[in-house]
């Protein structure tokens, strides 16, 4: 905006030029045209300029945009000039005050009005150039009177259509412009004549001395006469300025001298030479308080700031002697924090930084951190200048302080023991061998589950009872089916009759209870059994119409006698256990549907029964008989009842504490009881001791189906749904103070599971260390040693 | 005549336990005050045994006191104070409110003060008492010395702290107590011994005050907690001063700034003045050496001797851990954080320095040609000295830990730090993972594997150390782990040679496994009354050896990795050149050389 400037410019020193030839008023005429086609009239400037243009075809554009916007900030301009006037006007009036500067100024303005005729003759363009000048003429008045533009202005003096700036100029050299106008657009280098040329302007010119180039648009210029007077006072070390008056008279602003008389007229009032009483009141109010001590000197302040600060000494005389005072009743310390471990290190080892998985689970416990492994996610940092501060570090601080005052103490007694110490200490398996350890025979044939075995006396045989309605009888040692009964119904229980002399077994399966003799072993014994059985014993008794009703002895049919079966017994309900007496003479039924007749007692020699319970006590599970005495085990659901058979009376009751029993079975002694239950124990019963289990043992996973005592040995084992038998010892001891030790020794699990059922029937061999399983995949299985 | 009945809850628990609102009915007190007292006076609530009876039927769960812990608030001429404050603060809100500020002036000129000396002879009644109690009261007294001036916190306050934690820092060096140090994310964990009692401390890292939400801290609370711990702490440090023959308060010898100039000068200054005032041993009231150190006497004869030898043992290497840097120079370059390797060096016997353009207090040049050690944490620097190592700070906290000078070649300056480890772990519990390099250093066979390094340095094979550094640690776990796996591995062998005929083995883990079965089976028959006891002890068990087993796992895969990488490196290497190698070894010799 260098023009709209310089416009500007133009216009202050027009007005105050028309002022002072107003004051004048006998200024040229020609110099206030001159003015006037300078500056006021626009139409005038811009004929000139055209002029300018016809020569000069490359600035044509940049000259239309100078005077557009010339045209636009023109109305801004006028009033900053109106300003500016006005400042001029105060300063010109003290100049009038002073000295008449006006006078030199007129003769110059004069002569550079000569000069302008001269210019204007030569070309149209210097004509601009000399405006320049001249206007550099009224530039340098001005500043004489006034030094308004003096420090911040100097630009008109240049040609700024060049955009490039106050760079190097070399930096052209190589390019075929100078740099740039307004518009972008490059200013060509004017073309450079060779030294022939130079050389021939230098004769022919006039004015060559006073041309030189203008490093910024790389026009010749030709000094004006000013111009070079300028530069030759310069070079006389005199002011540049002409108008400069050197020897101008001292005007003394201020005055010197001293005066005699006072200036005002009245005296000084008496009040300036009295001491104020209102300050005296004022000061001896402060010196009262600060005699009362109401307000402090800075020393005494500091004193006693000092005062209040805490002061320490010897609180404690000695390190551990304690003063008798009033304290806290029962004082319980807080605990301290746990230390950090590794993973809070601000380098760990690797391991302790969290991968992708852990960061998710830390992130996603958020709502519930005291869930999280650690409280803080472990980071490495490789070096102690980059470790940040920890932004939770006043938190924790504070929840610090809530828990010393706010969490509720209690002195709690820490456990400080080994699990293993809670496992009572046992004797180890080994040492009380022999036990069943492996399977060693599989019994393969039956095709549906075996839920019942018994074997013979001498260990010779081995009976089972499937669901797919047969009996089978098989040789121990190889493992044979030697005979394959066929039953219609569910075989629910067999069992062998522990009396030697005869070969009989008691299968029962739905109604019906089978003594069947199974032709296996010493024939002799066989044709005996049949012998004895053909022969029905002759009895007058009249059988009463309470057991007639419930059951009934025939005689085989002929097909059944062809199985086997030598005496039928049909029972009212559905039978789901038979056991033999010790003798082998009487056995039991249970019919649980039986109500009140669910247990009915048969002798085989005399073709009886009896009822031997007049009332139901509850759902009977099994019954039992004391291996030595005449006594008869019941159990019920959830109670087991002993009965004395002689005197017919309840000797005892023992309290299962369980829900549902399921089996149970007597040592060969018969002091004590194992009672397996649908609910996963095992109770074993010291029938000297108490009604209440001496133990009750945990060891399978699911419902207990079948356990069994070793005659001879102090085994016994347990089959369950979880397919699992368990062999334990389980001695006994002649001493009656010493209880009985129970150690389980073998877990073995070969079954298959059916139905959800694993094992059903669990048997030890009579005479070795052997056990039968029979499972609900159809096999039986048997452990030895 | 009937005995009158019993009223309920008039004896027993009943009777002993009191809620918070009873409580605060009974003082007379409002909740504010009635926290500011408890705070002060340490009381707290108490569990008891059967809730619903201490809280006298009533549901839920409240905040239970115990009626003689009330009863001792009450005697507490405190309370009397707290009344005055709440006068006071009337007649301060009186004056507000009617413009009458010079009142107002002399009213907070002279605002109740709470004394609580006899506060801290109470709840300590010896010295020891007030010893184990310091943790919570040093962490925060230590966290407030970096405070600015808040709502709640005075500038006092902030100010006090931070006299009182540089005292006690001074008192630690005097008395050579520090036993421990560890670089945490969470700050500087400092454990010191003082008179048997360890006490540990944490200094939070640069910058550690963060503006807080209102829901989030309560810094009132904290302040009255940082109140009571200024005076404990100052006894303390008097009691301290006294027994290590010092003058209390310290004179240091830097700070000879005025009351006036101390509030002008910038945070910055201040705290580059209290580190300078570490730099200095105080002035003693006798030269007494204060010596505590007893020879341990062999007249306990109910521990067996291999205990008193191994505690003797450790005797000695404390004593050792006293003069730890003795004759060593530390000179600390401009970036490392200076108050706790400052604290650290005097604290074992070190001189220590840095730039004295930088900060004030700087007692030896750069150019000491007796420096020993320089203290870098950047990756490299323009100027060498050929007479000191250049190492990272961690060499100084792994030191002391280890209780002597660890080789510096595995700190130098730009080398990848082996972990920091914590010293705080406890060695005596089992199931606990030790990582490898953990192991290395309980083994002792630290100087076997210093010496190979040395060789190492020789042949000029850095790579290769570690590698074999990462097998041994492999080999370690596998060891641990699953002694099956060698088993099988010597079983393999065995089958490479030939044998005669066809003899029946035992399978090796055939009896662990049926011992483990009998276990399993013995466990069964656990006592009902331990039944859950034993159950919840097994799944801690189980869940601490799954996290072992996941940090082994880590650490496997971490090494295999790191293992593949410098196999990657070294077949880079070997395409190569030797010369380059050799050229590498040079440098990574143990002195870096170069002439400044």
Redesign the interface.
Known sequence: MGKTDKNLKRKVEEASNSKEIEEEKGSDSEEEDFLTTLNGDEDSSDSDREIEDSEDDNNELVEDEGEENNDSISGEDSEASDELEDEEEDESDEEDDSSGGEEEEEPLSEESEEETSEKEDESPKSINKLSESSKLDKNALSRSKTDEYADNDTSDEEDIRNTVGNIPKNWYDDYKHLGYDWDGKRIIKPEQGDQLDAFLKKMEDPDFWRTVKDPQTGQNVVLSDEDIQLIRRIRGQKIPDVNFEEYAPWIEWFTSKVEQMPIRKFPEHKRSFLPSKSEAQKVSKLVHALKMG?IKTREEQ?KLRAK???Q?????Q??????E??????????P??L????A?????????LF?AKELKLWNKLKNAPWKR?LH?I??K?????K?????R??????L???D???????IKMK?NIE?ES???K?P??RDLQPFPTVMSLEYKGHTDMVRCISTEKTGQYLLSGSDDGTVKIWEVNTARCLKTIKIEGVVRSVEWCPNQALSLVLVASDNDVYLINPHVGDTLISQKTDAVLSEVPKSDHIIPERIRTCVQWLEPTQELYERGVRLHLKHFKEVTQVTWHGKGDYFATVMPDGANRSVLISQVSRRRSQLPFAKAKGLIQCVLFHPTKPCLFVATQRHIRIYDLVKQNLIKKLMTNSKWISTMAIHPLGDNLLVGTYDRKMLWFDLDLSTKPYQ????HGTAVRGVAFHKRYPLFASGSDDRSL?ISHGMVYNDLLQNPL??????LQDHDSFNDFGIFGVHFHPLQPWVFTSGADSTIKLYSN | MVAKRKKKYSVGEGAQFMSRKAALKKLQLSLNDF?RL??I?????????NRKRAQKGQSGIK??Y?V??IQ?LL?EPIIWKLRDYKIFNKKVGRARAIKDFERLH?YLNNHP?LKL?HI?????????D?L??L??CL??CF?FSTFPSLAHVPRDQSA?CQRLTMEFLHAVIEAKALRKV??????Y?FQAEI?GETV?WIV???????P?HRA???FK??ST?VEFY??LL??V???LY?WLNLY??PKFNSINQN?GEKDLVDENVYVAERIAALNFPLSKTSNEVVEEDLEIDAFNNDESPEKIEELKKEAEKDKQLKTLFKGLKFFLNR???REPLVFIIRCFGGEVSWDKSLFVGSTFDENDESITHHIV??PSMEKHFISRYYI???WLFDSVNCRELLPVNKYFMGE??P????P??DKERDQQ?I????RALLDASIEHMYKKDEENDGEGVDDDEEDEDNEEDGGENEDDEEESDNEEESQNEKKLSVTPGEVFKEVPWEKSRQER????????????K?RK??KS??EG?EKRAK?IWL??K??RL?DAEKAEDTKGKKKVAKKENGPAKKNEAATKGKKKSKIN
Not at chain 2, 41 to 49: A, L, V
Not at chain 2, 120 to 128: A, G, I
Not at chain 2, 204 to 210: R, V
Request: hydrophobic content about 35%.
């Open positions: 109401w500091a209040k600060e805490p320490f000494y010897m609180l404690w000695t390190d551990d002697q304690t003063e005072m009033r304290r806290i009743h029962k004082h319980i310390s807080a301290k924090r230390l950090p471990g590794h809070e290190s601000y380098n760990p080892p690797p391991e302790y991968d492994k803080f472990p980071q940092i490789d070096s102690l200048r470790v940040p501060a920890y932004p570090f006043i938190k924790e601080r504070f610090r302080c809530l010393l005052y706010l969490c509720p103490r209690a456990l699990p809670l496992v009572p046992l180890s398996p009750t043992l945990r060891l368990i129970i150690v389980p020794l073998k877990r | 926290r408890c705070i006076k340490g009381i707290y609530p108490r569990e008891p045994r905040t239970l115990h003689k812990d001792f005697h002399r003060t000396d801290v002879k109470e709840r300590y009644p010896t010295f020891l007030a184990r109690d943790d919570d962490t925060l966290l006090l560890f670089i945490s994310i969470k700050g964990y008179k540990t939070p890292h640069h910058f550690s005050f963060e807080q989030e801290v309560d609370i904290m907690f200024t005076i100052g006894f440090n008097f009691r006294h209390y308060p009351e970036e490392v954080p944490d950047r990272q700070p961690q990848i730090l972990p920091h480890l914590s705080f772990i993972y990582p490898p390099e953990e079965q009998e276990y399993r089976l013995r466990e069964k028959l656990v006592k009902n331990h006891l034993y002890m097994m068990k996290e940090l082994r880590k650490r971490h």
